[in-house]
């Protein structure tokens, strides 16, 4: 394509991505919990990650995926005063390419 056939975006257009960041948009709770407790739960013995989801009634939660039921035992109720969702995955690898 030539230079004459191409039209840079205008000033407005904009492109959002997958979870668009709109500055002076508040962020979730469970999410400002995650950020600050990842860290911490991702020590823990057989923690293989973190999120964030929904509990059984629809509440807003941490979940925190799980090699096994004995590291299940190690993971706090709740954080900050949101519930932990356990999830038992085994053992999570990452797929290389």
Known sequence: ??????????SDDREDA????????EVPPAETV???QQARLMEIEG???????QDAIGDEGIVV????AE?????PRTLDGLNVIVQVTGPIDALKR
């Open 65 to 68: 995926y799980v090699r096994d």
């Open 18 to 25: 997958v979870m668009p960041y709109q500055p002076g948009e």
């Open 34 to 36: 995650r950020q600050k």
């Open 47 to 53: 923690v293989e990650g973190v999120g964030i989801g």
């Open 1 to 10: 394509m030539s230079k004459a056939g191409f039209n840079a975006p205008k």
């Open 71 to 75: 590291a299940a035992k190690r993971i």
